[in-house]
């Protein structure tokens, strides 16, 4: 059974850090894309970062290169988020998910991932 699993959101001050854990089981973990999403308030799912089981490449979405890093511990079945010098917009519900039929890209689109967590809140306000 395919479970992927969130944790490490919370509030935080601008110019802060937070790293975001994605546990996953009943898969291999390095064998499949696999990407976090954030969605806002009355806006669309967007894609934050992934990493591209085709070449084993990290990919960032604009808005977050320079200041977010994704990595990955096959060993631990776990993907992270350390996410630096965040901003008021970097705000959002933020969600692990992988990509088991094999089709995900570099755009790091939702419509390509269909196992998702269930999403944890990271709030940055003073």
């Known amino acids: 059974q395919v479970q992927v699993v969130e944790s490490g959101g919370g509030l935080v001050q601008p110019g802060g850090s937070l790293r975001l854990s994605c546990l996953v089981s009943?898969?291999?973990?390095?064998?499949?894309?696999i990407a976090w999403f954030r969605q806002a308030p009355g806006k669309e799912r967007e894609g934050v970062s992934c990493i591209s089981s085709s070449d084993g490449s990290t990919y960032y979405a604009d808005s977050v290169k320079g200041r977010f890093t994704m990595s990955r511990d096959n060993a631990k079945t776990t993907v992270y988020l350390q996410m630096n010098s965040l901003k008021s917009e970097d705000t959002a519900v933020y969600y692990c998910?992988?990509?088991?039929?094999?089709?995900?890209?570099?755009?790091?689109?939702?419509?390509?991932?269909?196992?998702w967590g269930q999403g944890t809140q990271v709030t940055v306000s003073s």
């Open positions: 009943g898969f291999a973990l390095d064998y499949y894309s």
């Open positions: 998910a992988t990509d088991l039929m094999g089709v995900a890209g570099h755009e790091i689109s939702p419509y390509e991932y269909d196992y």
